[in-house]
Nanobody
Framework: VQLQAFGGGLVQAGGSLRLSCAAS????????MGWFRQAPGKERLFVAA????????YYADSVKGRFTIAKDNAKNTVYLQMNSLKPEDTAVYYC???????????????????WGQGTEVTVSS
């Protein structure tokens, strides 16, 4: 399984970006796909997750109301729409996936089996 994340870039505060994570090698029908981010010198933190079957979503408090995670099962792709971006959103964003995750485990990066390469988001003030 390969995950490819793309869509990052440089944006001014208050702007928007949409990240995409395309999965290949396996069609996901269960489990979750999540987005995490890692700022320079800091640990990788949970951002959002979505259940493949049903679409239940979870968000970190820091992004609730600003970010939206969505999926396209036909394209085996998950999106992260990021609005009202802040400088503190600057980080490398990674997508992860796991077929056997349960809801209580989506917050922990170590529970994800597959990872994309990361896409960099820079928000200028």
């Amino acid at each position: 399984v390969q995950l490819q994340a793309f869509g990052g870039g440089l944006v001014q505060a208050g702007g928007s970006l949409r990240l995409s994570c395309a999965a290949s090698g396996r069609t996901f029908t269960s489990g979750y796909m999540g987005w995490f981010r890692q700022a320079p010198g800091k640990e990788r933190l949970f951002v959002a997750a979505i259940k493949w079957n049903g679409g239940t979503t979870y968000y970190a408090d820091s992004v609730k109301g600003r970010f939206t995670i969505a999926k396209d099962n036909a394209k085996n792709t998950v999106y992260l729409q990021m609005n009202s971006l802040k400088p503190e959103d600057t980080a490398v964003y990674y997508c992860g996936a796991d077929r056997f995750l349960i809801a209580s485990s989506v917050w922990n990066q170590y529970n994800y089996e597959y990872w994309g390469q990361g896409t960099e988001v820079t928000v200028s003030s």
